[in-house]
């Protein structure tokens, strides 16, 4: 089970948490035109990537944030957390 | 009866305590302090099972968790639990075991054919076999295999004992409670770390219970029951037996299963049989020890047979002897500690050594007690069938290829070492890629991924001293990283002797002419044979040929087997062992029951169970509840002896001709605030929300980016920048994450806050023709007419002093009114309605009647929006506005989701207005056809119609939109019905919505 340690509680086990998938997966703006091809890679398309990852958790048991985990997909490292809207460099 | 096999004034037993036993039937004695293994052998018992394949005879081979053979169905207080191994079972008053993979009984095998047919049987048999014919595997071959070969039968009781589940932290985890384990637990406990030391079986100390050492001027024992005793008085170290550390995970989480019961006649009152600790820890010290590796010969697998490490065990700490005339057989110096305290017991044994001439301390010593010694000796095969009883041996050339003349001796056990394993698993478990170490023929961890440290015997460290010495340190540095506190303890000088080199040998050739089986995995009675016909059929990676001849994976997965058989394929291969490869260890390290991995989670404790504050009432008014989610709702309310078809209808008429109410209070609530709550509403929802005004309600659907339909329910605006959101009783909590996210990470710009209100309200659906006139009686002060409180609209008021808020919606069709109170005044709110809605003649009305409400109404629910419809599908496309943007629209112009002949919502009825209509039939157009017969939809909902009096069905059918008024056939093979039906529209009652708006 990971620990993971969100920005707004500490560390915290798995289990608190739910998956949110790919982070760096930005929405479309309303109302603009876009391309299907555009809207395919924004709902479908999503890269299965071993090594390191951006990705969404939901802090669901706890604050019910929304956080960034950066994780390694193949070792399960975790190398930082961030809040949904903290830059990252 | 005597105990035969038991000395004096030997062991670590109470003998004060005598205790009672069976076994197969038969009554023997023990003592407190025994293991069923212990005490069956010092009664003389060694037959105790049959192999898994060829239904060879098994005794014992080890002495603990390492053990193949001796597995027991176990009969305890009642209950009977299967698998359980005789040398860890703790031996209690009262206990029965019995024999499993017998059939009919442990002397007579009708399996045991299998053992005379074993040319037959070689590696893959399974595999070639029993594929052909197909049909002959249920009916022949399964029940012939189940009932030949199967090991011990669960309990179908229900498992009344009790299993914890625990969570705790600490900056140290130390399994294993040998001297490397008592060292390091010692030094991190003095620098004021929070340790946790486990150990698998009673006794704490590992094999210094057993070894000939002396430690800072006391034997092993008295030094490790020192250091143990220190330690449990210690507040910051917390010490358990019977405790296995069986799985690594991620993010040095281990978990640790204690057998708090077992070895109990009966649970004490109040206490669990197991608890499972899930141990988050800093640092984890892997003190697993080793275990003995055996020697491969001919008939190794004979009851009598084996590990010269158990055989001392059994000696030093049970006072038993496995024999009273044995022959050792060695590669190494172990070997010869067994032979040395069999002399100082009085017994004579004899030791064959493969090596040449070896020197050491401990050989000199056991040449001065007058042991009988052969050098470059092999055994070449056991004799006898049920036990040992004598032994084929030769002497063997110094390459090892060939055998002098056979000779044979007379002995009633073999014990062997064929030198150690180290116990490498939670390491491996923990991602450490391990590493072969060429000195000791065995893989040792080598470059930690996680926090893990492995030491000792674990890590191929075989010398007293030099154990201590790296443990003490580890212990020391570990915590000191986490205390920042430096306590020097002083270092026990340590006497122990030093063994010489091993022998790299550890399978007997066979002798010309004799075709012994040599065994490498005693459970799954895989032999030499097996592994060399597995690499001619050209199976080359150690997974493959673990698979295909099951080596490694029975019960005791191959923990005395791996490494013997992986030499084996490496010689053949003509490689080195590093380069065959080791298969992966994977948790647990051991069995663990099911019980202590479900824990409390069982029955009504495996999910939590929600209820309405109006619970008691419907209770008490005969409801029969059904599970909603995890909530428990009301489906029909029984009257006299009605079933659930007449007692929905009942209500279900009631709602239509008088006034029914509905406890909906498990409807999702989620409060909504904030000046830009509207414009998230117009964009969460497929309809325009911007003009919503306030003390209105307003219905909505949701679409998933992919634009299938996620929920629907109605919105009010209760002020200006306040909603009140409804979901679905199964979509409210992935609605809230829904708005969450997009709140959060898509448009954090919106100022707006959701919350859920689930629990704060109790709802009360008042539904009928004379709900109003029931209104009326419940709010005298406010004006509902249909002027001052319109469909969709909304207001505040007091209900006999309890603020309420009075929702114009129906799901029913019905005029109709939704009550809200705080969740504490729900039951007054319900017997209030109750009271005074007696003279409109008003029933309660559960889950069934609301459904039969809706589905000839046509409004749709899950059972439509089911995770595949649009919004075209479910006749929600007059909501989809095309003025603005909102979740998923961009999808919706998708291909299939504008085809014309897109599937749509349609009502369907029985030509004969009889036959009920399963839910979940295929639609098809001839029902004739050849298979497979096209479908062109599916039933979604049935209920059998009040309004009219016959069954009506929803269905989600293919170009719906133009199917009214067609005959179709309604097939449901598992119901084997086939019924002609019409198809009509979804609206089958009030098509034009008139009643709610009266
Ligand atoms: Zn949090």
Redesign the pocket.
């Known amino acids: 089970m990971l620990h993971i340690k ?5 560390m ?1 086990s798995q289990n ?1 948490f739910s998956y949110g998938g790919d982070a760096s997966v930005k929405r479309p703006e309303l109302n603009k035109e876009i391309s299907d091809e555009e809207w395919d890679n924004f709902v479908y398309n999503r890269k299965s990537l071993r090594g390191k990852h951006l990705e969404l958790w939901q ?1 669901l048991f ?4 929304w ?1 960034k985990v950066e994780r390694d997909t193949a070792t399960h490292e975790i190398f930082n957390t961030y809040k949904a809207d903290e830059e990252i460099s | 009866m005597t105990q035969k096999f038991r000395l004096e004034n030997v062991g670590l037993i109470n003998r004060d305590k005598k205790l009672s036993f069976k076994f197969n039937g038969k009554t023997y004695y023990g003592y407190e302090g025994d293991t069923l293994a212990s005490a069956l052998i010092a009664n003389g018992v060694h037959l105790v099972g049959r192999s898994f394949k060829y239904h060879r005879p098994r005794g014992f081979f080890g002495a603990g968790v390492d053990e193949p053979y001796a597995i027991v169905q176990l009969y305890r207080n009642n209950e009977t639990e299967p698998n359980i191994k005789a040398t860890e079972q703790e031996l209690f008053e009262g206990l029965e075991a019995k024999s499993v993979n017998c059939w009919p009984s442990v002397n007579f095998d009708i399996g045991a054919i299998n053992n005379f047919l074993k040319i037959f049987l070689p590696a893959g048999f399974y595999y070639k076999t029993f594929m052909w014919p197909k049909s002959f595997w249920y009916r022949v071959y399964e029940p012939f295999i189940r009932k030949a070969a199967g090991l011990g039968v669960a309990s179908t009781k229900h498992d009344k004992e009790r299993y914890e589940h625990k969570y705790e932290y600490c900056d140290l985890l130390i399994a294993g409670s040998g001297p490397s384990g008592l060292a390091s637990a010692y030094a991190a406990a003095k620098n004021g770390a929070r340790v946790i030391l486990a150990e698998d079986k009673p006794r704490f100390g590992g094999s210094l219970l057993t070894s000939d050492v002396n430690i800072g001027n006391q034997s092993g024992e008295d030094w490790a029951n020192g250091i143990i005793s220190e330690l449990k008085e210690m507040p910051n170290v917390v010490v358990k037996n019977r405790s296995q550390v069986f799985g690594y995970y991620d993010h040095n989480m281990l978990v640790m299963s204690e057998k708090v019961s077992d070895h109990l006649p009966k649970t004490k009152k109040h206490h669990p049989k197991q608890r499972l600790w899930y141990i988050r820890a800093k640092e984890v010290l892997i003190s697993s020890g080793s275990i003995e590796r055996p020697l491969v010969f001919g008939n190794n697998d004979t009851p009598g047979v084996m590990l010269s490490s158990a055989a001392k065990e059994y000696l030093k700490v049970y006072g038993v002897l496995v024999g009273k005339n044995p022959l050792v057989f060695t590669n190494n110096d172990s070997g010869y500690e067994t032979a040395i305290e069999f002399k100082k017991n009085g017994i004579n044994p004899i030791i064959l050594d493969s090596r040449i001439n070896p020197q050491s301390e401990i050989i000199d010593e056991a040449i001065n007690l007058g042991i009988k010694i052969k050098f470059s000796y092999v055994v070449v095969a056991a004799q006898g069938y049920k036990k040992v009883s004598s032994a084929d041996i030769a002497k063997i050339s110094n390459d090892k290829k060939q055998l002098g003349e056979i000779e044979n001796i007379k002995c009633d056990c073999i014990c062997v070492s064929g030198f150690w394993t180290p116990t490498i698993h939670l390491a491996s478990q923990s991602g450490n890629k391990t590493k072969f170490k060429e000195e000791i023929d065995a893989f040792v961890p080598g470059t930690s991924k996680q926090n893990e440290t492995t030491l000792g015997a674990a890590n191929g460290i075989f010398t007293l001293g030099e154990t201590l010495k790296s443990s003490f340190t580890a212990g020391q540095d570990l915590s000191k990283k986490i205390t920042n506190k430096d306590n020097k303890i002083s270092f026990p000088n340590v006497v122990e002797k030093i063994s010489s080199q091993h022998d790299k040998f550890w399978c007997v050739p066979l002798p010309k002419g004799k075709n012994y089986k040599r065994f490498l995995d005693f459970q799954n009675d895989v032999a030499v044979s097996d592994i060399e016909i597995a690499l001619k059929e050209g199976y080359r990676s150690i997974e493959h040929v673990k698979r295909y001849t099951t080596l490694g994976m029975a019960t005791d997965q191959g923990k005395t087997s791996n490494l013997n058989g992986l030499q084996l394929v490496s010689d053949i291969e003509n490689k080195v062992v590093p380069a065959v490869g080791h298969t992966t260890f994977r948790p647990p390290y051991t069995p663990i029951s099911i019980g202590a991995i479900v824990g409390r989670e069982v029955g009504k404790h495996s999910k939590p169970t929600r209820k309405s504050p109006m619970h008691s009432w419907h209770e008490k008014n005969n409801a029969v509840f059904v599970d909603a989610g995890v909530w428990l709702r009301p489906r029909y309310y029984k009257q006299g002896n009605e079933n659930l078809f007449e007692a929905s209808k009942r209500e279900a008429k009631n709602v239509r001709t008088n006034v029914g109410v509905c406890d909906v209070t498990t409807l999702g609530k989620i409060d909504i605030k904030g000046p830009d709550a509207a414009e998230l509403l117009n964009r969460v929802y497929t309809n325009a929300w911007l003009k919503l005004p306030v003390g209105k309600a307003r219905y909505g659907v949701m679409l998933r980016e992919d634009g299938i339909v996620m929920d629907d329910g109605t919105t009010t605006r209760i002020s200006e920048n306040h909603y009140h959101m409804t979901t679905t009783t199964a979509q409210a909590a992935n609605v809230l994450s829904h708005l969450e996210y997009y709140l959060q990470l898509v448009w954090p710009e919106l100022n707006v806050n959701v919350v859920s209100t689930t629990e704060q309200w109790a709802g009360a659906a008042i539904a009928g023709p004379k709900s109003r006139k029931l209104l009326e009686k419940l709010f005298p002060n406010n004006d509902v007419s249909n002027e001052g409180l319109p469909f969709m609209g909304y207001m505040e008021s007091e209900l006999f002093g309890v603020k309420a808020r009075i929702f114009r919606i129906s799901f029913s069709g019905e005029l109709a009114y939704e009550v809200n109170v705080e969740s504490d005044n729900g039951q007054f709110m319900w017997e209030k309605i109750i009271e005074l809605g007696k003279e409109f003649q008003v029933q309660p009305y559960g889950t069934e009647a609301l459904s039969t409400l809706r589905i000839e109404m046509g409004h749709v629910a899950g059972s439509e929006l089911d995770g595949r419809t649009i919004s075209y599908d479910t006749s929600l496309e007059g909501l989809i506005s095309k003025k603005k943007d909102f979740i998923g629209k961009r999808s919706l112009n998708r291909e299939a989701f504008t085809s014309s002949d897109r599937q749509k919502i349609v009502g369907v009825v029985p030509l004969d207005k009889k036959t009920s209509i399963p839910e979940g039939s295929h639609l098809v157009k001839d029902a004739q056809a050849p298979l497979p017969n096209k479908k062109l939809g599916h039933i979604s909902a049935s209920c059998w119609s009040v309004e009219y009096d016959n069954p009506f069905s929803l269905a989600i059918l293919k170009d719906g939109k133009n199917m009214i008024g067609e005959k179709l056939f309604v097939m449901s093979p598992l119901k084997n019905k086939v019924i002609p039906v019409e198809i009509v529209s979804s609206h089958y009652v009030d098509p034009k919505g008139e009643r709610v708006r009266s």
Not at chain 1, 6 to 10: D, E, V
């Open positions: 969100c920005p707004h509680c500490g915290r608190e802090h706890g604050c019910r944030q956080i």
